[in-house]
């Protein structure tokens, strides 16, 4: 089951059908799973970054893995509209585009992927070029390697 909480109505208004933006992407991604997304603002995001990571900052995703006496529940992912909204526009990227993406980089996550490594890095990319692909969402590393 994927829950949407949407707790920041500027998302309603950015994205329009955003609950189906992100169920789509969700489900593209095929937790295997309970998952809850909330898409809230950059305060939220911002104190829950401070608390949990130390970086008292607004980021565009976190993503909080359960602990497996939890399971099925996989863990919560969290989205911060500023941020979100300010990396498509500077990327000159689709709202709804960049958004699928995150929520299917905020799965990844939980189910056990990462990226601090090049190799992991690598292959969490290209784990997500080929999920986005399946929704007809480009490379959304595309600019990054042409530059």
């Known amino acids: ?18 609950q189906g933006v992100v169920s789509r ?11 809850v997304i909330l898409l809230t603002d950059d305060e ?14 607004p980021t ?8 497996e006496n939890a ?16 990396e498509a526009r500077d990327q000159g990227k689709p709202f709804a585009d960049h958004l699928s ?3 299917i980089h905020g ?3 939980l189910t056990g992927h990462d990226h601090e490594a090049d190799d992991e ?5 290209a784990q997500e070029r080929t999920l986005l692909a399946a929704l007809g969402i480009p490379d959304p590393y595309l600019s990054r390697n042409d530059t």
């Open 60 to 67: 565009n995703v976190l993503s909080f893995p359960a602990p």
């Open 71 to 86: 399971r099925p529940h996989l863990g919560d992912i969290v989205l911060a509209h500023g941020v979100c909204a300010a």
């Open 44 to 57: 939220t995001v911002r104190e829950l970054n401070a608390r949990f990571r130390g970086k008292d900052r």
């Open 107 to 109: 799965l990844l996550h």
């Open 121 to 125: 890095a690598e292959a969490m990319e």
């Open 1 to 18: 089951m994927i829950d949407i909480e949407v707790e920041d109505d500027a998302w309603s208004g950015s994205v329009p059908d955003v």
């Open 25 to 35: 992407a969700a489900e593209q991604a095929a937790p295997p799973g309970d998952v």
């Open 101 to 103: 993406h995150l929520v």
